[in-house]
């Protein structure tokens, strides 16, 4: 029987939640498809993060593949105070106060316990309350209080989240509580941070110091702000999520699509892994089976040559977590089978080609998909060469070798990248070519009578070295002994 290997490309991440904690559920939806585990830090107390974190490593260990873990963190929540009653209705056209006094609200006015947003207000400023059903448009404002005319009417109730969409808030993306989670998780060693509320590049660059390399950073764009500053926030940080589900709430829907496209594009071009996420298959939280539409939505992600996509309460809540899962990869499945697939990611293809490296790289896939090779195999103990390899889109598996297991699983998240860890030293570049050899054929990436290409960087040891490229017939590697050049 041959070893768990993936027949698509893009990679599953799934959230865990109440419906996906156990052993068995972890492990049929890692078998089911999921590269990537995210433990959503806005639910479950820390004891329950451990809980899900042993386990998923324990899957990885009975299974023998490595499994990225993201955790997310849950970024400052702003949100109204109480009202009196519960809930009041408010109407279109009429006055809505905002402000400091901790007063239960009514008709007429609620707590908004946030004064660093009076403080960044200004007049025709717009705020969201209740995930963008209700809209109000600031008419006066002061240090302590914001007068709006209700634009969009509806219920406003207790603590219902507020969207700033205008400004960018004086706030900074950790939290007390971020802080105090993202140490928790890089002690328990997660492979990526996801950054909630991003505003700008230095949001980043402070997390990042936090982590002090535990994690890679993923930053999440859900902020206007975010779409304007993101080529300074993708420069620093190691991966991108689309989080669709603030943006949707504080852009026009109709901006979403042409953004999605222009994010994935730009993060793809600097060979940085790029997620898509939230409500792709929502409806898959209570049916067995996604809407039409929903699968479009999935299929888009995957022309549009997105890294992963993800699953939220659908597998972290819902009845259907498996199915879930398996419906992303028979969908992804199908589209990477498309001709019009690979048209479309190799017109899409934009990378500039100003190093060794690069031109390596650019040669493998060239290389690749003009003969008769079957996969490409990169040996990594950095992953700058598989991130190189992946940025290049090549029509054939790419297979990360490398002996660290920490960058195995942070590539899991990477398109197209199978890992791979081998133990001890390899000194020698021929024996990096004999455990590509034998891994490709061990997962049925190639068989003896194929070839492949191996690259590398020359000497080990060095990140971002990568400057040799070799073709290697299975037959001839296989039957070598490994000795060292």
């Known amino acids: ?32 498809g999921a590269d990537v585990f995210r433990l959503n830090m806005s639910h479950g107390t820390h004891d329950e993060i451990a809980a899900r974190h042993a386990i998923i490593r324990q899957v990885e260990q009975d299974l023998g593949r490595p499994i990225a873990i993201l955790a997310d963190l849950q970024g400052p929540k702003l949100r109204v105070g109480v009202f009196a009653e519960g809930a009041v209705e408010v109407q279109e056209g009429q006055d809505f106060r905002l402000d400091l006094d901790d007063a239960p609200g009514d008709a007429h006015r609620v707590n908004l316990p946030h004064p660093e947003i009076f403080r960044a207000l200004n007049e025709n400023a717009n705020l969201l309350v ?66 909630s ?63 999605q496209k222009r994010l994935i594009r730009r ?23 996604p809407t039409r539409a929903e699968v479009s939505d999935v299929a888009t992600a995957i022309y549009e040559g997105a890294d992963a996509v993800m699953l939220s309460a659908e597998s972290a809540a819902g009845s ?47 290389l690749a998909e003009k003969t008769d090779i079957a996969a490409i195999c990169c040996f990594t103990e950095s992953g700058t060469t598989a991130y190189l390899v992946a940025r290049e889109r090549p029509h054939v598996p790419i297979i990360a ?25 390899v000194e020698r570049f021929k024996k990096a070519v004999i455990n590509a050899v034998r891994v490709a054929l061990k997962y049925g990436f190639a068989t003896e009578s194929d070839q492949i290409l191996v690259t590398a960087g020359i000497p080990f040891n060095q990140p971002g070295t990568t400057n040799i490229l070799r073709v290697a017939p299975c037959a001839e590697h296989l039957i070598m002994k490994g000795e060292p050049e």
Not at 267 to 289: D, F, N
Not at 401 to 425: F, M, N, Q, Y
């Open 1 to 32: 029987m041959t070893p768990m290997r993936r027949h698509r490309m893009i990679k599953i991440v799934a959230t865990l939640g109440p419906s996906s904690s156990s052993y068995d559920m972890i492990r049929a939806l890692f078998e089911a």
């Open 130 to 195: 209740n995930d963008g059903k209700i809209r109000l448009r600031v008419v006066k404002c002061g240090p302590d209080f914001a007068d709006c005319k209700v634009i969009v009417g509806g219920t406003i109730s207790n603590r219902k989240g507020v969207n700033v969409p205008d400004v960018v808030l004086p706030l900074a993306a950790l939290s007390p509580k971020d802080r105090t989670d993202l140490e928790f998780v890089c002690n328990l060693g997660v492979d990526w941070l996801a950054l």
């Open 197 to 259: 509320f991003v505003q700008r590049a230095s949001d980043v660059t402070e997390a990042r110091e936090l982590a002090q390399e535990r994690a890679a950073i993923l930053s999440k764009i859900e902020k206007p702000a975010a779409v304007k500053a993101f080529d300074e926030i993708l420069e620093v940080s190691d991966g991108i999520m689309v989080a669709r589900g603030d943006l949707g709430v504080e852009l026009p829907v109709q901006n979403l699509p042409p953004i």
């Open 267 to 289: 993060a793809r071009a600097v060979g940085k892994p790029v997620i898509v996420a939230t409500q792709m298959l929502e409806s898959m939280i209570e049916s067995p089976v």
């Open 320 to 366: 259907y977590p498996i199915e879930a899962v398996t419906t992303m990869s028979n969908v992804a499945i199908e589209v990477e089978s498309d001709p019009t697939y690979i048209e479309i990611i190799d017109a899409s293809r934009k990378v500039d080609h100003t190093s060794i490296a690069d031109g390596i790289v650019s040669a493998a896939r060239e």
């Open 401 to 425: 070798i490398t002996p660290i297991l920490p960058v195995a699983r942070r590539l899991s998240l990477v398109w197209g990248v199978h890992c791979e860890t081998v133990t001890g030293d």
